[in-house]
């Protein structure tokens, strides 16, 4: 199985600042990366699919990049309705399969 | 508007069987892959499977192939998921998903199974 890990498990931003999640693949998975971010009680909404395609209705603030193993999520100006757990996942090969997951909370 | 909505779950002795639906709406389901995403309480998010258009190819995670059904009805605009020999070990919320590359665009609220004596 491909393994995901996110780095930092955990942070917390001030209102506009920027803020980088890390996601690193066991192996090279071009490309084939989604960001997901959940908040409390709710169901995982979709951010960004191929490592850097905004998906629609998606805050321009949110970005993705990254290619091979090693992958990143930005926010640009930190917001207070960012808050939540962001995860990570690849879907190049079975088992798709997610980070564990960064919770950002603001400062 | 795009909605999916699980049901079917709940409080399941172990070593039962339990089966989740899941009602899409707002989008031509006969075109998409579907897939079923757990969590645990408190945990990360664990993909099950998933199935596609004419359910001519499913595929599982290894450890639940054998503990884990995926079909859908077209005609019904409906997605299951059959669970047999449940443990502890998949409580969790189950979440019915969109597929669209390679990721999820539209997830389900979500359904609680707990297994308990």
């Known amino acids: 199985d491909i393994q995901m890990t996110q780095s930092p498990a955990s942070l917390s931003a001030s209102l506009g600042e920027t803020v980088t999640i890390q996601c690193r693949a066991s192996?090279?998975?071009?490309?084939?990366l989604a960001w997901y971010q959940q908040k409390p009680g709710k169901s995982p909404q979709l951010l960004i699919y191929?490592?850097?395609s905004l998906q629609d209705g998606v805050p321009s603030r949110f970005s993705g990049s990254g290619s091979g193993t090693q992958y990143s999520l930005k926010i640009s100006s930190m917001q207070t309705e960012d808050e939540g757990v962001y995860f990570c996942?690849?879907?190049?090969?079975?088992?798709?399969?997610f980070g564990s997951g960064t919770k950002l909370e603001i400062k | 508007e795009v909605k999916l909505v699980e049901s079917g779950g709940g409080l399941v002795q172990p070593g039962r069987s339990l089966k989740l639906s899941c009602a899409a709406s707002?989008?031509?389901?006969?075109?998409?892959?579907m897939g079923w995403v757990r969590q645990a309480p408190g945990k990360g998010l664990e993909w099950i499977g998933e199935?596609?258009?004419?359910?001519?190819?499913?595929n599982y995670t290894p450890s639940l192939k054998d503990k884990f059904t995926i079909s859908r009805d077209n005609a019904q605009n409906t997605l299951y998921l059959q669970m047999s020999k449940l443990g502890s070990e998949d409580t969790a919320i189950y979440y019915c998903?969109?597929?669209?590359?390679?990721?999820?665009?539209?997830w389900g609220q979500g359904v609680m199974v707990t297994v308990s004596s």
């Open positions: 998903a969109r597929e669209v590359y390679g990721g999820f665009d539209y």
């Open positions: 707002g989008f031509n389901f006969n075109d998409y892959w």
């Open positions: 199935i596609n258009k004419d359910s001519s190819t499913i």
């Open positions: 192996e090279d998975i071009y490309s084939g």
């Open positions: 191929g490592a850097s």
């Open positions: 996942q690849q879907g190049l090969k079975y088992p798709l399969t």
